[in-house]
């Protein structure tokens, strides 16, 4: 596999094992840095310019000097192309900007990788702490993941697929690595990003997906509410829709709206790649 590595204006492909970073990278000492992860299928790229237009957007926020034009376009561009054969029918294409050391230009890297097709519905366990819909960092893709990781490493040591945050006003938050949407009666109802979630480029995609026979809302989830729902699904660059089998112990069927709003992903999809 090849990889892309560089700070300021200089940075090419390289063998993935010779991509090295140095230990004064602040991404390395103190996490402080940005992450997308893009679905990667034969050299094509899912929604890159709203991967793009989210890191841009919490780059700012950070004051992470991330770099301008067309620079990260192209290195994305140059890793799919360069690894498209290799990954064959799906990959996760991951683009990674950090400080850089200190006073330094800021360090970008992009990786390809082979990813397992998620199976089945996905078992949800609850973490037991709360999702700060206050903090700062809840709407970035932070290389200052651990928490997420944390939750998700109790969840597949039970034997389940994801786990599910509530914020400090015990609403439905998000998965630690995908938003979810609940059916109500027919109606999709998804918790809105004041409740503390990163706003997901798949979310965006699935609420663009709304229609007159397919009603979609933005609207806070009590755990009453989540546990007496019809069916829930959860959405993420690497599972797209994927339905929940279960949350805690409340099991949910695979129902029609799901299966609706799975066909129309796939339909409406396939124009949305690029290479791009
Ligand atoms: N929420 C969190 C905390 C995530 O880490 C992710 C993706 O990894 C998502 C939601 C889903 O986002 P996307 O659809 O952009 O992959």
């Known amino acids: 596999m090849k990889a892309w590595l560089g700070s300021g204006e200089g940075g090419g492909l390289l063998e993935l094992a010779d991509a090295r970073v140095s230990v004064l990278d602040r991404g390395f000492t103190v996490g402080d840095g940005l992450f997308e992860t893009m679905k990667l299928v034969e050299g094509r790229v899912f929604l890159w310019p709203w991967h793009l237009e989210r890191l841009q957007q919490a780059a700012q926020l950070l004051r992470l000097p991330i770099p301008e034009g067309n620079l990260l376009t192209d290195v994305v561009q140059q890793v799919a192309v360069a690894n498209g054969a290799a990954i064959g029918s799906l990959g996760r294409l991951r683009l990674t900007v950090t400080a850089g050391p200190d006073q330094g230009a800021a360090t970008v890297s992009c990786v390809a990788l082979v990813e397992q097709p998620p199976f089945g519905a996905a078992a949800l366990t609850l973490v037991g702490w709360p999702r700060n819909e206050r903090s700062p960092l809840v709407a970035v893709k932070s290389t200052s993941y651990a928490e997420n990781l944390l939750a998700l490493q109790a969840a597949r040591a039970g034997g389940a697929a994801e786990a599910v945050f509530f914020n400090t006003r015990d609403e439905l938050a998000e998965g630690a690595t995908s938003n979810l949407f609940i059916v109500e ?10 409740a503390g979630l990163l706003p997901g480029v798949t979310r965006r ?8 026979d397919l009603s979609m809302v933005e609207e806070p989830i009590s755990r009453a509410r989540l546990a007496a729902a019809d069916e829930v699904f959860l959405t993420s660059s690497l599972q797209d829709v994927r339905a929940v089998g279960s949350v805690g112990d409340r099991s949910y069927p695979l129902g029609p709206v799901t299966s609706l709003v799975q066909d129309r992903f796939a339909r409406a999809a396939s124009a949305s790649w690029c290479w791009c």
């Open 185 to 194: 009666d027919g109606v999709v109802v998804t918790p809105p990003t004041s």
């Open 205 to 212: 995609f699935v609420l663009g997906l709304a229609a007159a």
